[in-house]
């Protein structure tokens, strides 16, 4: 795909512009409305790219700018899902959010991303990744009134996404990123049914496929939830023999300034790992050293042809300016280590 050496990406979202949505807010509304929207979005994506451009991003994304959120966005496109009749539930067997419930059998009558993606197409030459949310993480962040089993949802929603990131491969896409937050609670669930709902959703497909599996955005509820892990946080443990095993690609990870034990990567060697060396959890912008000793610390157990720096979430709730300076502390943390490799 590449011949770049430590190619950089985000994990997904960019901050998005506060004449589009309220700055540093997950969920935030539009404001803007009808055509003025359609050209904002675009306008956003435009920005955004050229962003993690300047920056010297190797693969570059929307930055989710036509999204609200990473999961709800997709979902709203879709029949058998009411907007308007919406629980409370607790999502990530974490915190309570308002969510809209399942009334019938779920299907997509038309594309959700494919436009935005021809137009992310059009605007750069790079290596471009487009993510969706995983099959696991649609299904906790919705109450199901219609199917009474989460399997079964997530496998509905394993077909849809297939057809939907079939139509991304076909506009241009080159990585296509499943989210799967949910991965990393739901242990049991995701080795009896959820790599293998992922593995149909990903059917077909010949580009690249990838999944992000994190501790979440840097929110209190995450944040908080982390403070409760303890000392180290051994939940890859739990699904790293079957992802291994799985046709996914690559695998993003949280991996600065975490507790994941870095040595659990060696369970997935042989997978392109995307490491996450950016924290989104906190406004300190990395300096390139940091990274660069998160990356060497990753390289004894992910091969150098295999790795790819990232960050360790989306970056959606920071503020632009703290997001564009970890964007940069990303790419020279890179260059260090990847002089590092040249000289060997
Ligand atoms: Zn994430």
């Known amino acids: 795909m ?126 471009i990744k487009w993510a969706l949310p995983g099959p696991m993480t649609m299904v906790d962040t919705l109450y199901d009134a219609h199917y009474q089993s989460r399997e079964k949802l997530a496998w509905q929603f394993a077909k849809i996404l297939n057809q939907e990131a079939k139509e991304l491969e076909a506009a241009g896409v080159d990585i296509i990123q499943f989210d799967e937050p949910a991965f990393n609670v739901f242990f049991d669930e995701v080795n009896s049914w959820g790599i293998a709902c992922l593995e149909r959703a990903i059917e077909g497909l010949k580009c690249q496929t990838a999944v992000h599996i994190c501790y979440g955005y840097g929110i209190k509820a995450n944040t908080d939830w982390k403070k409760s892990l303890g000392s180290q946080w051994r939940q890859y443990e739990q699904v790293f023999p079957k992802l291994k095993q799985s046709n996914i690609d690559i695998i993003s990870l949280e991996c600065h300034n975490s507790r994941v034990p870095i040595e659990l990567l060696e369970l997935i060697r042989g997978k392109k790992v995307m490491v996450g060396a950016i924290d989104v959890a906190s406004n300190n912008i990395e300096t390139p050293e940091e990274v660069a000793e998160t990356l060497r610390k990753a390289l004894k157990y992910v091969d150098a042809d295999k790795l790819y720096p990232s960050t360790n979430c989306g970056m959606a709730p920071l503020s632009r300016q703290v997001a564009r300076g970890k964007l940069q502390a990303l790419s020279a943390g890179t260059e260090i280590v990847r002089k590092e490799l040249l000289a060997q």
């Open 2 to 127: 590449n011949n770049i050496l430590l190619p950089t990406s985000t994990a997904g979202s960019l901050p998005k512009p506060s004449w589009l949505a309220q700055s540093e807010t997950l969920w935030s509304p539009w404001k803007l409305q009808g055509e003025q929207l359609i050209d904002g979005k675009h306008d956003a994506l435009r920005i955004a790219i050229q962003e993690q451009q300047f920056a010297g991003i190797d693969i570059v994304s929307d930055g989710e700018q036509s999204r609200q959120h990473f999961v709800t966005t997709f979902i709203e496109h879709l029949d058998g899902v009411d907007f308007e009749n919406r629980k409370t539930v607790k999502i990530r067997d974490r915190y309570d959010a308002s969510v809209p419930t399942v009334v019938g059998p779920v299907s997509r009558q038309k594309p959700v991303f494919v436009n935005d993606a021809k137009f992310l197409r059009k605007q750069t030459n790079k290596i």
